[in-house]
């Protein structure tokens, strides 16, 4: 069964860079892409950025001037880092397996496996 | 970028009762439509993807329809570990916008 464990400093100070990772367990960690996704506390889920085990990269219009997702082949991890954090930085952040499904001529893709989650709080 | 809409943004409902929910896209993202189910202090669990393939395990009293941009989160005989929240997101391109959230409620 697939998991993903998270892991990351949970309070950040205003104008850090935030960074977690997240950790794949018991399935493939290449053929797919690996989403991250952010929830403010009360809020709805925000989709932040995606990538593949090679490294290929797509990011939120909104964060793409201040995030950075990698990943280690080597450990099967995915990698967040947010920089110049402000308070509206807070949130639950999750990591996410995109699996594909293709049929009628089309593929499209969903995310089904997610980590635990991380809260994260910016304040100083 | 393209924008996920959902409604009601709430709703109260009882056991037994049909509940949709409803989720429009800016543009066209023709089936690549999928919906989540939330629970207070968990990460969301897929329901339906593709528009309307049930994910392992969900039972056959939810089901998804719609194309295009007009897609609709049914439920029936809603059961009381349906009480959740429930978010529809597009992945026929990225960014995989998420709807704003549909919260069930208990009447």
């Known amino acids: 069964q697939v998991q993903l464990q998270q892991w990351g400093a949970g309070l950040v100070q205003p104008s850090e860079t935030l960074s977690l990772t997240c950790a794949v367990y018991?399935?493939?960690?290449?053929?797919?892409?690996w989403t991250w996704i952010r929830q403010p506390p009360g809020k709805g889920l925000e989709w932040m950025g995606e990538?593949?085990?090679?490294?290929?990269?797509s990011y939120s219009s909104s964060l793409k001037s201040r995030l950075t997702l990698s990943v280690d082949r080597s450990q099967n991890h995915v990698s967040v880092s947010l920089t110049s954090v402000t308070a509206a930085d807070t949130a639950i952040y999750f990591c996410?397996?995109?699996?594909?499904?293709?049929?009628?001529?089309?593929?499209?893709?969903?995310?089904?496996?997610w980590g635990q989650g991380a809260l994260v709080t910016v304040s100083s | 970028d393209i924008l996920m809409t959902q409604s009601p943004s709430s709703l109260s409902a009882s056991v037994g009762d049909r509940v949709t929910i409803t989720c429009r896209a800016s543009?066209?993202?023709?089936?690549?439509l999928n919906w989540y189910q939330q629970k207070p202090g968990k990460a969301p669990n897929l329901l339906i993807y593709?528009?309307?393939t049930l994910h392992t395990g969900v039972p056959s009293r939810f089901s998804g329809s719609g194309s295009g941009t007009e897609f609709t989160l049914t439920i029936s005989n809603l059961q009381p570990e349906d009480f959740a929240t429930y978010y529809c997101q597009q992945s026929f391109e990225a960014p995989g916008a998420f709807g704003q959230g549909t919260k069930v409620e208990l009447k």
């Open positions: 996410a397996r995109e699996s594909a499904y293709c049929a009628g001529g089309g593929c499209s893709t969903h995310l089904d496996f």
């Open positions: 018991g399935g493939s960690f290449s053929g797919y892409y």
């Open positions: 593709g528009e309307s």
């Open positions: 543009q066209s993202i023709r089936t690549s």
């Open positions: 990538i593949n085990d090679s490294g290929s990269a």
